[in-house]
Structures are given as C-alpha cells and as structure tokens.
C-alpha cells in the first residue's frame, strides 16, 4: 500500500526567500512520486514528477525536488519566491503497476511581500 | 494533445435532488478515469475508478455512483443529494498503462447543496 504525508498544512515565506515543502511517502513497491499545484477554484497542475530515471527532478516555475529514499522524502523547493507561488502544493504518490494515486493533504503556501 | 473537459463549474443544488456530473476526454484512448472530491483542509479523496467501460471501481461507501458508457467519458451521479456531498468534484485521467505517469485534472466543479 501506499501513503504520503505532507508536514505542514500552511507554509509562509517572504518573497525572495527559499521555498520548501514537505512529503514523505510510504509503499510497498518502487513509487513514482508527483507534485502539483493548484490554484483557487481551479483543477491540479503537475509541477513534476519522479520516475526514477534521476533522483534530482526540475519541473516548472523554478520549482525542483528529490527523491531520497533513504529518508523516503520527496521534498519540494525553489530557491526563491515569487508571489505567484501563492497557491496549494500537492504531493502524491502511486505504486509501480498500480492506477491508484494517494494525494498528501495539501501545503498552502503564502508568500509575503 | 490531450485535455479533459468537466462542466458544469458550479452548481447548486436542494437536498434530496439528482445529481449528473460529466466528464470527457480528448486526444487519448483507453484512459483510465479518476473522481475525487475535495474538502477543505482534507486534500484528495478518491471516489471512483475506472480501467475501462463498465468497470467501476468504488473507493468509499456512499450515496453516490459513477458509470462509463463510453471510453472517453466518465459520469459521477447520485439519486438524491445529501449535506455532506458538498465540495469540489475533480476528474482526472492517466495513461491506460500504469502509474509511471501523471494524472490529468479538469477544472473541477463546485457542487454547493442547500
């Protein structure tokens, strides 16, 4: 089975600041790891995805994660805010040969001027 | 390219009432297709699956239902709405062939019951 924890439902940052979001994933066979954002009234965005041809993965809007396993983490950054990042981050997780997705309950970040 | 179509945006509805949601995709075939719904502070939660027409796969007990009639098209429905089906309904899709590769979103749609 799989399962992912998102530490820290609500996240400030002053814009210019690091950026960094937390997941931690769990499952019984090699995952393939997402994130993605959504923006008020809006559907989900893919920000990026681990699918383990590199552990290191850049996606859109300056945004990049990595795939640890050892700490099974998949966290979320980028080096510095924008005000646009205002949104809701989602991590999710799914098995490999499975179609279930398991969302994490979500991050909002806020960026402070 | 592939996009997903999810109407209505919004909609408002008495309690006891039906309920028809519809979703489309374009551009792909065999998709598998996806029904969350989405409560504040409480992220995704999965209601419905499917790998193909006809095939259903039920996530949570509840009053609502989904169906596929065709491949590409994806129905959440319920015969008489409750309080607690309020929240924002979300469609997705992803490749036929696995999870190595993400899910798609619709725009959603804000189900409000009153």
């Known amino acids: 089975a799989q399962s992912v924890t998102q530490l820290g439902s609500h996240v400030s940052v002053s814009e210019g600041a690091l950026v960094l979001l937390r997941c931690n994933y769990s499952s019984s066979v090699p995952p393939y790891l997402f994130w993605y954002v959504q923006y008020p009234n809006q559907g989900l965005q893919l920000l990026l995805k681990?699918?383990?041809?590199?552990?290191l993965v850049k996606g859109i809007n300056g945004f990049e994660a990595e795939f640890k396993k050892s700490e099974t983490s998949f966290h979320l950054t980028k080096p510095s805010a924008h005000m646009s990042d205002a949104a809701e981050y989602f991590c999710a997780v799914v098995g490999s040969g499975t179609y279930k997705y398991i969302f994490g309950t979500g991050t909002r970040l806020k960026v402070l001027a | 390219s592939q996009t997903i179509h999810q109407w209505p945006a919004t909609l408002v509805q008495p309690v006891g009432s039906p309920l028809s949601l519809e979703c489309t995709v374009e551009g792909t075939s065999n998709p598998n297709l996806y029904w969350y719904r989405q409560a504040a502070g409480r992220g995704l939660q999965l209601l419905f699956y499917s790998v193909g027409i006809g095939q259903i796969s039920s996530e949570v007990p509840q009053n609502l239902s989904a169906s596929r009639p065709q491949d590409r098209q994806f129905i959440l429905s319920s015969k008489k709405l409750l309080l607690s089906d309020s929240g924002f309904y979300l469609c997705?899709?992803?490749?036929?062939?696995?999870?190595?590769?993400?899910?798609?979103f619709g725009d959603g749609t804000r189900l409000s019951i009153l």
């Open positions: 681990y699918t383990s041809a590199a552990t």
């Open positions: 997705a899709w992803g490749p036929g062939t696995g999870g190595s590769q993400p899910q798609h």
